[in-house]
């Protein structure tokens, strides 16, 4: 091996090494942390929380407990469809499981129970008393709502910052992190209009009336929580700045403006219309194309940084000749995708060259976790790599 090769493996490893160590890709998420203060707040709060509900649900449970358990499982089956859609696209070093559920957890018990329930049924009383019937009807929802739903989610954010420092580093984490603990929230906040559902036409039909709201609640569910919560906490983490995320106060506040001003049109879409249908759809239909294009825009932000730490973690293994700088544009740009797609001469090595996208990316996780070391998790993922690429219609 030449002068010239040592240099630039060790250069291509330091690479490695720094993406590695500044991402935090790999590394595993411990909750009990009882040196960390954040730790014992999560567990105070989740504790009133469950107090909360367990005072709102009980009294009711024994008259309505058929409508009760059709609500859990409509919206418990919506939950996890949702579910399995965010850890679809959390396509780059994919957040550990606990992680996810304590952002759940969160969402479900502390911020819904906790903060939001007591503190919007305190604010929703006030506001008729200032402004009159009328006015409340029309504003008070979206005026209450967007401030302290998204405080109350996003005090769960910070929280899980403290305590996964390491993980929760770029723009990408903050929108899926908060996309999960939005669905905790929105999950049981169907559920809890659906209980409330149930008491209706003074009880005669609670499992019908349980039924028709979680279907109402389901079929609105691609804009709600999630799509507040993604776009909120992706802007704060902006606003605070990390090690792996430069700070973009700018880019912050227009994200987390955005997610509130979202959550504002749709619980007050009703208001915005003037009580007219037609303009009301409108108002709501406008809300949807801006949510989803600005989600979109965080998308395509985030994106270059967790692109060059996926070029970085792989550079040794293009330079040792594991991988071809062809195959991983394959795995990041849009345009090159497509055309490493298409380019397979046929459907079999087409089908191979999409499972090849994720081998390598899976290669990028195995390299990640064990910092770099030659384990027997990468020598798989590697074989795993050359097998597809054989299939693909590739060199071998």
Not at 174 to 184: E, K, P, R, T, V
Not at 207 to 229: D, E, Y
């Amino acid at each position: 091996m030449s002068d010239t090769d040592i240099d630039t493996d060790t250069g291509a490893a330091q690479r490695r090494a720094e993406a590695i160590e500044v991402s935090g890709w790999g590394e595993r998420f411990e909750f009990v942390k009882p040196h960390n203060l954040s730790f014992w707040v999560f567990i105070a709060l989740t504790a009133v929380g469950a107090f909360q509900a367990w005072a709102f649900f009980a009294p009711g449970a024994g008259f309505y407990a058929g409508g009760f358990a059709v609500a859990a499982v409509l919206c418990g089956l919506c939950g996890l469809a949702w579910f399995a859609w965010f850890r679809h696209i959390d396509r780059w070093e994919r957040q550990p499981g606990r992680l996810v559920l304590a952002a759940l957890l969160w969402g479900a018990i502390p911020a819904t129970f906790a903060f939001a329930m007591t503190v919007n049924t305190a604010m929703l009383g006030i506001y008729p008393k200032l402004f009159g019937q009328v006015w409340s009807a029309n504003w008070a929802a979206g005026f209450t709502a967007p401030i302290t739903e998204e405080a109350a989610k996003l005090c769960g954010f910070i929280l899980l910052m403290s305590l996964a420092p390491r993980l929760i580093r770029t723009a990408n984490d903050g929108l899926i992190i908060g996309a999960f603990i939005g669905l905790g929230f929105a999950v049981f906040e169907d559920f809890l209009y659906a209980a409330n559902a149930t008491a209706g036409q003074f009880g005669t039909d609670p499992v019908g009336n349980a039924v028709q709201m979680s279907f109402t609640r389901i079929a609105v569910s691609f804009v709600s929580h999630p799509l507040f919560s993604a776009l909120v906490c992706a802007g704060a983490l902006y606003l605070i700045g990390t090690k792996a995320q430069p700070r973009r106060v700018g880019l912050g506040l227009a994200f987390v403006a955005t997610g509130m001003f979202l959550h504002f049109t749709w619980d007050d879409a009703g208001g915005i219309g003037g009580g007219n249908g037609l303009a009301t759809f409108g108002a709501m239909f406008g809300s949807i194309v801006l949510g989803f294009t600005v989600l979109t825009i965080a998308f395509r932000r985030a994106a270059p940084r967790e692109h060059q730490f996926v070029r970085d973690i792989l550079a040794p293994e293009v330079e040792a000749g594991h991988l071809t700088a062809v195959e991983v544009d394959g795995v990041l740009a849009k345009k090159a995708r497509k055309a490493f797609r298409k380019a397979a001469p046929d459907r079999r090595a087409r089908r191979a060259r999409k499972h090849l996208r994720r081998a390598v990316l899976d290669l990028a996780h195995d390299v990640a976790r064990d910092k770099g070391a030659d384990t027997d998790a990468v020598r798989h993922s590697r074989a795993e790599v050359e097998r597809l690429r054989e299939k693909s219609g590739l060199r071998t």
